[in-house]
């Protein structure tokens, strides 16, 4: 127990230091943007959380495919963990899109591809939650999650290849300069280190709920029983 709780410290402390030091990186390392100025920052965290929002979905539709083939509920703990967390980070990939939009097109949102499959991937998992939550048994709960978290999946390759599939506004692949590509790269190593921590915890969380509502069960029936 001492030795879990040490370790989940020593993680707690690892991820904490990657994240400051990609703030003190993103405000005091990267170059100020010539046309854009001090709001181009907002990047840093936009792609951080738009790739750890692709992760979720696809770490949510590979571990319901597991349950699917499993049938152990300990993989639909991790889908629904994924999920969760990937649509917080796709709710933060909207909302710092938006901020960047305004500055960058002068508009707080418009329907190109890559912002519009950015809303549907959004939507879906806020679909999967709502599924959920209408859902009581734990069986049918994670059979019918896990299909929907399959199918999810179709809209990451939108999403990713948008702007390249389809015409809009968005940039392909912009040109950067050496420390901001440094920076990026930093930024988004240490957003995943955060979003997998959170993952962990929250399945950890989901898998605990889950003893205690079996143990409630089973204590129960031996007092109906009784």
Request: aromatic share 10%; proline share 3%; charged share 15%.
């Amino acid at each position: 127990m001492v030795l879990a709780r040490s370790t989940r410290l020593a993680a707690t402390l690892f991820v904490a230091a990657l994240l400051l030091v990609a703030h003190v990186m993103i405000f005091f390392v990267a170059p100020r943007e010539v046309t854009m100025g001090d709001v181009q920052r907002i990047v840093y965290l936009h792609v951080s959380v738009a790739w750890c929002g692709l992760a979720g979905c696809l770490t949510m539709g590979l571990t319901g495919a597991a349950f699917l083939l499993r049938r152990t509920l300990r993989w639909d703990h991790w889908s629904q963990a994924a999920a969760e967390i990937g649509w917080l980070c796709t709710t933060l990939t909207l909302a710092t899109g938006s901020l960047w939009a305004h500055e960058a097109w002068n508009t707080w949102w418009t329907w190109e591809p890559r912002l519009t499959s950015s809303l549907v991937l959004w939507m879906l998992f806020a679909g999967c939650l709502l599924v959920r939550s209408s859902i009581d048994d734990p069986q049918r709960r994670a059979r019918i999650s896990a299909v929907l978290a399959v199918l999810t999946l179709a809209d990451v390759p939108l999403v990713v290849m948008a702007t390249r599939w389809f015409r809009g506004v968005h940039p392909v692949t912009p040109e950067m300069d050496p420390r901001m590509r440094m920076v990026l790269l930093v930024s988004v190593l240490s957003y995943t280190a955060l979003f997998a921590a959170l993952i962990i915890v929250r399945r950890r969380q989901l898998e605990y709920a889950a003893e205690v509502t079996a143990e409630e069960h089973h204590r129960g029936i031996v007092t109906a029983a009784s």
